[in-house]
């Protein structure tokens, strides 16, 4: 079994408004659980914060993008000293 781990995207709900979480727990990478949320939560456009989780429910990564398409950047990495 591969550790695959879990993604935590952040997001803001555009009609009730707020701060929503999606959990994307069956991909591998990050551009394919934004790829997943487009898909099952798509159709409005968001600043989004991803941050990955290991196996272990260690936090390993944090990107931050400026919508659903934009560009990722990392903020976090847990291999920084």
Do not use: Q
């Not at 551009?31 to 600043?47: I, Q, R, S, W, Y």
């Not at 991803?50 to 919508?67: A, K, L, P, Q, S």
């Amino acid at each position: 079994m591969l550790d695959e781990g879990c993604f935590k995207i952040f997001y803001r709900e555009p009609i009730n408004g707020g701060a929503r979480t999606f959990i994307s727990a069956s991909t591998a990478t990050l551009m394919d659980a934004v790829a997943e949320f487009n898909l099952l939560k798509g159709g409005f456009h968001t600043p989004l914060t991803v941050e990955r989780f290991g196996i272990d429910g260690i936090r390993t990564h944090r990107w931050n993008m400026d919508g659903r398409y934009g560009v990722p950047r990392c903020t976090y990495s847990g291999d920084k000293a």
